[in-house]
């Protein structure tokens, strides 16, 4: 059975950092490496977005609301991803969540990012 467990979130301060990890399991090595990875969020009331990804290269893409603030890494040995936020802004709020393109219905419980003003 394929599962996401994200953790990592809390409640900062504006222009405070959390690191969020994503370890995945059930999933083969070569389709963990081989495959991208991708991190989304839910603001309340609002859809999820798609936040980053990277892919089995190791290149990452941004959206345009975190460029140069959040950071995407990939161990894949550990079959986990890794979210680094910085410069944190009221507007990051959400549960955040990992997700494997091969398995797009399958979802963690994900992890709370809170950041007061």
């Known amino acids: 059975q394929v599962r996401m467990v994200e953790s990592g979130g809390g409640l900062v301060e504006t222009g405070g950092s959390l690191r969020l990890s994503c370890k995945t399991s059930g999933i083969i090595w070569s389709a963990f490496s081989g495959n991208a990875m991708a991190w989304y969020r839910q603001a309340p009331g609002a859809q999820r977005e798609l936040v980053a990804t990277i892919e089995s290269s190791g290149a990452t893409n941004y959206a345009d609301s975190v460029k140069g603030r959040f950071t995407m890494s990939r161990d894949n040995a550990k079959r986990t991803v890794y979210l680094q936020l910085n410069a944190l802004k009221p507007e990051d709020t959400g549960l955040y969540y990992c997700?494997?393109?091969?398995?797009?219905?399958?979802w963690g419980q994900g992890t709370q990012v809170t950041v007061s003003s």
């Open positions: 997700q494997h393109p091969s398995y797009p219905s399958t």
